[in-house]
Protein backbone atom coordinates (compact mmCIF):
# COMPACT_ATOMS: atom_id res chain seq x y z
CA UNK A 1 0.00 0.00 0.00
CA UNK A 2 1.54 3.30 -1.16
CA UNK A 3 -0.75 5.33 -2.45
CA UNK A 4 -1.83 8.61 -0.51
CA UNK A 5 -4.33 10.71 -0.70
CA UNK A 6 -3.73 14.83 0.08
CA UNK A 7 -5.11 15.53 3.99
CA UNK A 8 -7.68 17.73 3.43
CA UNK A 9 -5.74 21.77 3.04
CA UNK A 10 -2.74 20.44 4.84
CA UNK A 11 0.71 19.89 3.43
CA UNK A 12 0.38 15.92 4.70
CA UNK A 13 -0.33 13.14 2.55
CA UNK A 14 -1.67 10.03 4.27
CA UNK A 15 -2.32 6.49 3.07
CA UNK A 16 -6.00 5.33 2.72
CA UNK A 17 -5.84 3.06 6.07
CA UNK A 18 -4.62 4.51 9.27
CA UNK A 19 -3.64 2.05 12.52
CA UNK A 20 -5.79 2.53 15.20
CA UNK A 21 -4.44 2.17 18.71
CA UNK A 22 -7.84 1.85 20.92
CA UNK A 23 -7.47 -1.75 21.07
CA UNK A 24 -4.05 -2.66 22.21
CA UNK A 25 -4.84 -0.14 25.22
CA UNK A 26 -4.80 -2.69 28.00
CA UNK A 27 -7.67 -3.71 30.29
CA UNK A 28 -8.01 -2.08 33.58
CA UNK A 29 -10.27 1.03 32.50
CA UNK A 30 -13.40 1.62 31.50
CA UNK A 31 -13.47 0.93 27.92
CA UNK A 32 -10.83 -1.89 27.23
CA UNK A 33 -11.14 -4.45 25.22
CA UNK A 34 -9.61 -7.19 28.08
CA UNK A 35 -5.74 -7.57 28.35
CA UNK A 36 -3.00 -7.10 25.92
CA UNK A 37 0.65 -8.01 25.35
CA UNK A 38 2.96 -4.72 24.74
CA UNK A 39 5.26 -6.53 22.81
CA UNK A 40 2.48 -8.01 20.76
CA UNK A 41 1.13 -4.32 20.76
CA UNK A 42 4.17 -2.56 19.55
CA UNK A 43 4.21 -5.61 17.29
CA UNK A 44 0.80 -4.92 15.31
CA UNK A 45 1.70 -1.16 15.27
CA UNK A 46 5.16 -2.24 13.17
CA UNK A 47 3.63 -4.16 10.99
CA UNK A 48 1.18 -2.13 9.54
CA UNK A 49 4.10 1.15 9.29
CA UNK A 50 6.09 -2.26 7.58
CA UNK A 51 3.29 -2.94 5.86
CA UNK A 52 2.62 1.11 4.21
CA UNK A 53 0.47 2.50 6.75
CA UNK A 54 1.63 5.96 7.16
CA UNK A 55 -0.79 7.29 10.19
CA UNK A 56 -1.14 6.21 13.34
CA UNK A 57 -4.27 7.38 15.56
CA UNK A 58 -4.44 6.75 19.46
CA UNK A 59 -5.99 9.00 22.16
CA UNK A 60 -5.01 10.15 25.37
CA UNK A 61 -7.71 8.27 27.48
CA UNK A 62 -6.86 5.12 25.60
CA UNK A 63 -5.64 2.80 28.37
CA UNK A 64 -5.12 6.00 30.66
CA UNK A 65 -2.21 7.26 28.75
CA UNK A 66 -0.94 3.91 28.06
CA UNK A 67 -1.82 3.41 24.27
CA UNK A 68 0.29 7.12 23.67
CA UNK A 69 3.47 4.91 25.48
CA UNK A 70 2.61 2.24 23.00
CA UNK A 71 2.85 4.54 19.74
CA UNK A 72 5.98 6.46 21.55
CA UNK A 73 7.53 3.12 21.63
CA UNK A 74 6.56 1.57 18.40
CA UNK A 75 7.70 5.10 16.88
CA UNK A 76 11.09 5.78 18.97
CA UNK A 77 14.44 5.59 16.69
CA UNK A 78 12.20 6.55 13.90
CA UNK A 79 13.82 9.96 11.66
CA UNK A 80 11.28 12.26 11.66
CA UNK A 81 11.09 11.86 7.81
CA UNK A 82 10.64 8.01 8.10
CA UNK A 83 8.28 8.29 11.39
CA UNK A 84 4.50 8.13 10.55
CA UNK A 85 2.30 10.70 11.55
CA UNK A 86 0.93 10.75 14.63
CA UNK A 87 -2.84 11.66 15.18
CA UNK A 88 -3.98 12.11 18.92
CA UNK A 89 -6.94 13.46 20.76
CA UNK A 90 -7.66 15.24 24.03
CA UNK A 91 -10.80 15.98 26.22
CA UNK A 92 -11.50 12.93 27.99
CA UNK A 93 -10.10 13.66 31.57
CA UNK A 94 -9.72 10.46 34.15
CA UNK A 95 -9.55 10.07 37.58
CA UNK A 96 -6.17 8.81 38.34
CA UNK A 97 -7.14 7.46 41.90
CA UNK A 98 -10.20 5.48 40.12
CA UNK A 99 -9.22 4.29 36.96
CA UNK A 100 -12.60 1.94 36.55
CA UNK A 101 -14.35 5.46 36.46
CA UNK A 102 -16.01 6.65 33.26
CA UNK A 103 -13.72 9.83 32.10
CA UNK A 104 -15.26 13.03 31.89
CA UNK A 105 -15.36 15.23 28.98
CA UNK A 106 -13.43 18.27 29.74
CA UNK A 107 -11.86 20.63 27.27
CA UNK A 108 -11.04 23.84 29.51
CA UNK A 109 -8.23 25.82 28.56
CA UNK A 110 -5.68 24.79 31.13
CA UNK A 111 -6.77 21.06 31.09
CA UNK A 112 -5.99 21.08 27.43
CA UNK A 113 -2.76 22.96 28.00
CA UNK A 114 -1.88 20.09 30.43
CA UNK A 115 -3.48 17.51 28.15
CA UNK A 116 -1.15 18.42 25.19
CA UNK A 117 2.53 18.47 27.16
CA UNK A 118 1.84 14.93 28.88
CA UNK A 119 1.10 13.42 24.96
CA UNK A 120 3.88 14.61 23.39
CA UNK A 121 5.83 13.11 26.48
CA UNK A 122 4.28 9.74 26.05
CA UNK A 123 4.86 10.01 22.29
CA UNK A 124 8.26 11.11 22.66
CA UNK A 125 7.62 13.43 19.87
CA UNK A 126 8.15 17.60 19.92
CA UNK A 127 4.79 18.28 17.46
CA UNK A 128 1.70 16.12 16.81
CA UNK A 129 0.97 15.66 13.19
CA UNK A 130 -3.03 16.14 14.50
CA UNK A 131 -4.66 17.18 17.53
CA UNK A 132 -8.09 16.53 18.07
CA UNK A 133 -11.37 17.30 20.16
CA UNK A 134 -12.24 13.54 21.15
CA UNK A 135 -15.83 14.50 21.97
CA UNK A 136 -17.78 17.88 22.70
CA UNK A 137 -16.93 19.01 26.52
CA UNK A 138 -20.02 18.29 28.37
CA UNK A 139 -18.57 18.32 31.65
CA UNK A 140 -20.39 14.76 32.12
CA UNK A 141 -18.82 11.43 32.16
CA UNK A 142 -18.78 9.72 28.99
CA UNK A 143 -21.14 6.86 28.23
CA UNK A 144 -19.91 5.07 25.60
CA UNK A 145 -23.01 5.79 22.54
CA UNK A 146 -20.79 5.17 19.37
CA UNK A 147 -20.92 9.01 18.86
CA UNK A 148 -23.88 10.46 20.96
CA UNK A 149 -23.44 13.29 22.42
CA UNK A 150 -24.25 13.60 25.87
CA UNK A 151 -26.23 15.81 28.16
CA UNK A 152 -24.57 19.41 28.55
CA UNK A 153 -23.67 19.77 32.50
CA UNK A 154 -23.79 24.06 33.42
CA UNK A 155 -19.71 23.14 33.96
CA UNK A 156 -18.88 23.04 29.75
CA UNK A 157 -16.42 24.58 28.38
CA UNK A 158 -18.28 26.47 25.08
CA UNK A 159 -17.37 25.00 21.82
CA UNK A 160 -15.98 28.63 20.68
CA UNK A 161 -13.83 28.83 23.87
CA UNK A 162 -11.57 25.39 23.28
CA UNK A 163 -11.27 25.35 19.70
CA UNK A 164 -10.15 28.65 19.89
CA UNK A 165 -7.28 26.87 22.23
CA UNK A 166 -7.11 24.35 19.85
CA UNK A 167 -6.42 27.10 17.21
CA UNK A 168 -3.54 28.73 19.31
CA UNK A 169 -1.81 25.37 19.74
CA UNK A 170 -1.15 25.27 16.50
CA UNK A 171 -0.49 28.74 15.62
CA UNK A 172 2.36 28.00 18.28
CA UNK A 173 3.65 25.22 16.71
CA UNK A 174 3.02 22.63 19.38
CA UNK A 175 0.39 21.36 16.39
CA UNK A 176 0.81 20.93 12.68
CA UNK A 177 -3.24 20.38 12.27
CA UNK A 178 -7.03 20.51 14.79
CA UNK A 179 -9.89 18.21 14.23
CA UNK A 180 -12.89 17.38 15.75
CA UNK A 181 -14.51 13.90 16.59
CA UNK A 182 -18.02 12.78 17.15
CA UNK A 183 -18.94 16.63 16.74
CA UNK A 184 -22.29 17.58 14.59
CA UNK A 185 -22.69 19.63 11.44
CA UNK A 186 -23.64 22.74 13.58
CA UNK A 187 -20.93 22.37 15.78
CA UNK A 188 -18.76 22.12 13.17
CA UNK A 189 -20.21 25.50 11.02
CA UNK A 190 -19.06 27.12 15.14
CA UNK A 191 -15.57 25.72 14.83
CA UNK A 192 -14.91 26.59 11.40
CA UNK A 193 -16.08 30.52 12.05
CA UNK A 194 -13.31 30.43 14.74
CA UNK A 195 -10.22 28.35 12.47
CA UNK A 196 -10.87 26.00 10.10
CA UNK A 197 -11.08 22.60 11.11
CA UNK A 198 -8.50 20.91 9.55
CA UNK A 199 -9.80 16.93 9.91
CA UNK A 200 -13.18 15.56 11.12
CA UNK A 201 -13.17 12.02 12.95
CA UNK A 202 -16.57 10.62 12.93
CA UNK A 203 -17.45 6.50 13.67
CA UNK A 204 -18.27 5.10 9.85
CA UNK A 205 -19.36 1.77 9.00
CA UNK A 206 -22.21 -0.09 6.79
CA UNK A 207 -23.94 -0.98 10.42
CA UNK A 208 -23.18 3.21 11.45
CA UNK A 209 -24.21 5.20 8.93
CA UNK A 210 -25.01 8.18 11.17
CA UNK A 211 -22.15 10.38 10.69
CA UNK A 212 -23.35 10.96 6.61
CA UNK A 213 -24.40 14.94 7.42
CA UNK A 214 -20.91 15.23 9.05
CA UNK A 215 -18.79 13.50 6.37
CA UNK A 216 -21.04 15.94 3.81
CA UNK A 217 -20.26 18.97 5.75
CA UNK A 218 -16.26 18.31 5.66
CA UNK A 219 -16.23 17.77 1.56
CA UNK A 220 -17.96 20.91 0.84
CA UNK A 221 -15.28 22.81 3.91
CA UNK A 222 -12.29 21.05 2.02
CA UNK A 223 -11.79 19.31 5.42
CA UNK A 224 -10.24 15.80 5.80
CA UNK A 225 -12.37 13.34 7.03
CA UNK A 226 -10.99 10.06 8.83
CA UNK A 227 -13.63 7.47 9.74
CA UNK A 228 -13.11 5.46 12.93
CA UNK A 229 -14.58 2.00 13.64
CA UNK A 230 -15.39 0.62 10.23
CA UNK A 231 -15.16 -2.75 10.94
CA UNK A 232 -17.56 -1.92 13.88
CA UNK A 233 -15.40 -3.50 16.52
CA UNK A 234 -14.89 -6.49 14.94
CA UNK A 235 -18.03 -7.06 13.76
CA UNK A 236 -17.64 -6.59 9.98
CA UNK A 237 -14.40 -9.18 10.17
CA UNK A 238 -16.44 -11.83 8.66
CA UNK A 239 -15.37 -13.72 11.92
CA UNK A 240 -17.84 -13.34 14.57
CA UNK A 241 -20.93 -15.30 15.52
CA UNK A 242 -23.06 -15.30 18.74
CA UNK A 243 -21.20 -17.54 20.17
CA UNK A 244 -18.03 -15.44 19.94
CA UNK A 245 -19.86 -12.85 21.23
CA UNK A 246 -20.76 -15.05 24.17
CA UNK A 247 -17.23 -15.90 24.79
CA UNK A 248 -15.77 -12.24 25.33
CA UNK A 249 -13.54 -11.89 27.88
CA UNK A 250 -14.46 -10.17 31.35
CA UNK A 251 -13.16 -6.47 30.83
CA UNK A 252 -14.15 -6.27 27.38
CA UNK A 253 -16.31 -2.95 26.83
CA UNK A 254 -18.41 -4.58 23.62
CA UNK A 255 -19.85 -7.54 26.26
CA UNK A 256 -22.24 -4.72 27.23
CA UNK A 257 -22.91 -2.42 23.98
CA UNK A 258 -26.31 -3.00 22.22
CA UNK A 259 -24.23 -3.36 19.28
CA UNK A 260 -23.04 -6.73 20.85
CA UNK A 261 -26.31 -7.60 22.49
CA UNK A 262 -29.81 -6.25 21.43
CA UNK A 263 -28.34 -4.91 18.01
CA UNK A 264 -26.09 -8.37 17.10
CA UNK A 265 -28.88 -10.29 15.13
CA UNK A 266 -28.86 -7.52 12.52
CA UNK A 267 -25.66 -6.69 12.26
CA UNK A 268 -24.35 -10.17 11.47
CA UNK A 269 -26.65 -10.47 8.97
CA UNK A 270 -24.70 -7.42 7.15
CA UNK A 271 -21.88 -9.10 7.44
CA UNK A 272 -22.99 -12.44 6.31
CA UNK A 273 -23.53 -10.31 3.14
CA UNK A 274 -20.40 -9.45 2.39
CA UNK A 275 -19.15 -12.71 2.63
CA UNK A 276 -20.09 -13.17 -1.30
CA UNK A 277 -18.67 -9.89 -2.12
CA UNK A 278 -15.52 -10.80 -0.93
CA UNK A 279 -15.37 -14.11 -2.65
CA UNK A 280 -16.01 -12.27 -6.07
CA UNK A 281 -13.15 -9.76 -5.41
CA UNK A 282 -10.87 -12.68 -3.91
CA UNK A 283 -10.49 -10.55 -0.81
CA UNK A 284 -11.79 -10.82 3.12
CA UNK A 285 -14.73 -9.77 4.56
CA UNK A 286 -12.91 -7.39 6.27
CA UNK A 287 -11.73 -5.62 3.22
CA UNK A 288 -15.03 -5.10 1.45
CA UNK A 289 -16.24 -3.59 4.74
CA UNK A 290 -13.53 -0.92 4.57
CA UNK A 291 -13.82 -0.92 1.11
CA UNK A 292 -17.06 0.48 1.25
CA UNK A 293 -16.39 2.92 3.46
CA UNK A 294 -13.83 4.29 1.78
CA UNK A 295 -15.85 4.47 -1.51
CA UNK A 296 -18.00 6.73 0.41
CA UNK A 297 -17.75 10.20 -1.13
CA UNK A 298 -15.58 13.07 1.47
CA UNK A 299 -14.49 9.97 3.37
CA UNK A 300 -10.16 10.75 2.68
CA UNK A 301 -9.15 7.51 5.15
CA UNK A 302 -10.36 4.95 7.76
CA UNK A 303 -8.90 4.13 10.96
CA UNK A 304 -8.32 0.17 11.75
CA UNK A 305 -7.74 -1.43 14.51
CA UNK A 306 -5.73 -4.67 15.37
CA UNK A 307 -4.59 -6.42 18.21
CA UNK A 308 -1.96 -8.85 16.50
CA UNK A 309 0.12 -8.45 13.42
CA UNK A 310 -1.59 -11.39 11.32
CA UNK A 311 -4.64 -9.06 11.92
CA UNK A 312 -2.94 -6.09 10.20
CA UNK A 313 -2.73 -8.76 6.62
CA UNK A 314 -6.72 -9.02 6.86
CA UNK A 315 -7.39 -5.16 5.87
CA UNK A 316 -4.47 -3.91 4.77
CA UNK A 317 -5.99 -4.62 1.04
CA UNK A 318 -8.78 -2.78 1.21
CA UNK A 319 -7.57 0.33 -0.20
CA UNK A 320 -6.61 -1.31 -3.33
CA UNK A 321 -10.74 -2.97 -3.96
CA UNK A 322 -12.59 -1.42 -6.07
CA UNK A 323 -16.39 -1.73 -5.20
CA UNK A 324 -18.62 -1.60 -8.39
CA UNK A 325 -22.04 -0.42 -8.89
CA UNK A 326 -23.61 -3.87 -8.52
CA UNK A 327 -21.58 -4.36 -5.37
CA UNK A 328 -22.42 -1.15 -4.04
CA UNK A 329 -26.60 -2.04 -4.77
CA UNK A 330 -25.95 -5.62 -2.78
CA UNK A 331 -24.36 -3.90 0.52
CA UNK A 332 -27.62 -1.55 0.29
CA UNK A 333 -29.99 -3.65 0.13
CA UNK A 334 -28.62 -5.91 2.68
CA UNK A 335 -28.63 -3.30 5.06
CA UNK A 336 -31.88 -2.24 4.46
CA UNK A 337 -33.41 -6.08 4.56
CA UNK A 338 -31.04 -6.11 8.23
CA UNK A 339 -32.48 -3.10 9.61
CA UNK A 340 -29.21 -2.21 11.25
CA UNK A 341 -27.72 0.99 12.27
CA UNK A 342 -28.88 4.47 10.74
CA UNK A 343 -28.43 6.33 8.20
CA UNK A 344 -28.36 5.84 4.23
CA UNK A 345 -27.60 2.44 3.08
CA UNK A 346 -25.22 4.29 0.05
CA UNK A 347 -22.99 6.86 -0.79
Known sequence: MTDTVRFGTTDMDITRLGFGSWAVSGSGWTFGWGDTDDAESIAAIRHAFASGVNWVDTAAVYGLGHSEELVGKAIAGLPEADRPYVFTKAGLVWDPENPSAAPRRIMKPASVRREIEDSLRR??????DLYQVHYPDTGESLEYAGGGFGAVSPNA???EEYWQVMADLKAEGKVRAIGLSNHSAEQLDAAEAIAHVD???????????????????????????IGYSPLQSGLLTGTFSAERVAGLPEGDWRTGHADFTTGLAANLRVAEALRPIAARHGVSVAEVAIAWVLAWPGLTGAIVGARFARQVDGWIGAS?????????DEVSAAIDASGAGTGPSRP
Open 320 to 328: EVELTQADL
Open 157 to 159: TPL
Open 123 to 128: LGVERI
Open 199 to 225: AIQPPFSAINRSAAAEIGWAKEHGTAV
